[in-house]
């Protein structure tokens, strides 16, 4: 006896390749790729050590001196702007999926972070912000004698 896989979206994969087919053509127009007028959102990971968290951010093609990092009522902001370079006629693209233009993203940091000693290294098209945890504050022992 044969096994048959059964496939229940098997019906809508033309559909899937047409709203494929559209955005790839109509999509470029209405986000202004490669104009320097969209938003882009850069990807982040974010996770935590022992003593602090740890942000790193994928910013390829940037500067160091394009990055600015703001830190405002518990919030940290990272800004900047990935300009298209015109090395080659907009005309010669073929396709184009790099994200361009500026860009924002912003986290609200909890309160046991020292916002005092947060440091950021730029390397290799990834910011990394360290923010250190605070000392935690703990209860004191004091031991009582029962007379």
């Given amino acids: 006896m044969r096994l048959k896989v059964w496939e229940p979206?098997?019906?809508?994969?033309p559909f899937y390749r047409n709203v494929d087919r559209?955005?790839?053509?109509?999509?470029?127009?209405?986000y202004g790729e490669a104009t320097g007028e969209e938003t882009w959102s850069p990807k982040v990971d974010i996770y935590e050590t022992d003593g602090s968290f740890v942000l790193n951010a994928e910013l390829p093609g940037l500067?160091?001196?394009?990055?600015?990092?703001d830190l405002n009522?518990?919030?940290?902001?990272?800004k900047g702007e990935k300009k298209f370079e015109?090395?080659?006629?907009?005309?010669?693209?073929?396709?184009v999926e790099s994200s361009y233009g500026s860009f924002a993203r912003s986290f609200t940091l909890s309160d046991n972070v020292n916002t005092e000693n947060i440091t950021a290294n730029y390397k290799d098209g990834v910011l990394e912000v360290t923010l250190p945890k605070k000392e935690e504050v703990k209860p004191k022992e004091i031991k009582v004698e029962i007379n």
């Fill in 86 to 95: 015109e090395k080659v006629e907009k005309e010669s693209y073929v396709r």
């Fill in 63 to 69: 500067k160091k001196e394009e990055i600015k990092i």
């Fill in 9 to 13: 979206f098997r019906e809508f994969k």
């Fill in 73 to 78: 009522d518990n919030t940290l902001t990272l």
């Fill in 22 to 30: 559209l955005n790839n053509e109509f999509g470029k127009g209405y």
